[in-house]
């Protein structure tokens, strides 16, 4: 079993950063592919980004391609996702996720999650 526990969220202004940590207990996530994901105020929840068990492989979704940067310290059993230029549109609660493979496209998609984290919000001020 992993447990999966989200940090870093919070209140920022339009144009500021956040980082959000993800730290994985249980047992070792090295092996698995991880992702973000996102659920705005009455939307669904949508893929953010994903990394590749290793870390050489990553994928964005396109309303964050160039803002946001995935990352993870398996030494650390940790996953980052480093957000910058943020709008009121990322308003959201924010969750980690561990995939059911090495691949991050597997650990893109919704069903092919493992395990999920229980969310940190972040608020974008205009």
């Known amino acids: 079993q992993v447990q999966l526990v989200e940090s870093g969220g919070g209140l920022v202004q339009a144009g500021g950063s956040l980082r959000l940590s993800c730290a994985a207990s249980?047992?070792?996530?090295?092996?698995?592919?991880m992702a973000w994901f996102r659920r705005a105020p009455g939307k669904e929840r949508e893929f953010v980004a994903a990394i590749s068990w290793s870390g050489g492989s990553t994928g964005y979704a396109d309303s964050v391609k160039g803002r946001f940067t995935i990352s993870r310290d398996n030494a650390k059993n940790t996953v980052y996702l480093q957000m910058n230029s943020l709008k009121p549109e990322d308003t959201a609660v924010y969750y980690c996720a561990a995939g059911d493979s090495r691949s991050w496209p597997a650990a893109a998609m919704a069903h092919r999650v493992a395990y999920w984290g229980t969310g940190t919000p972040v608020n974008v001020s205009s």
């Open positions: 249980g047992r070792t996530v090295s092996s698995y592919a």
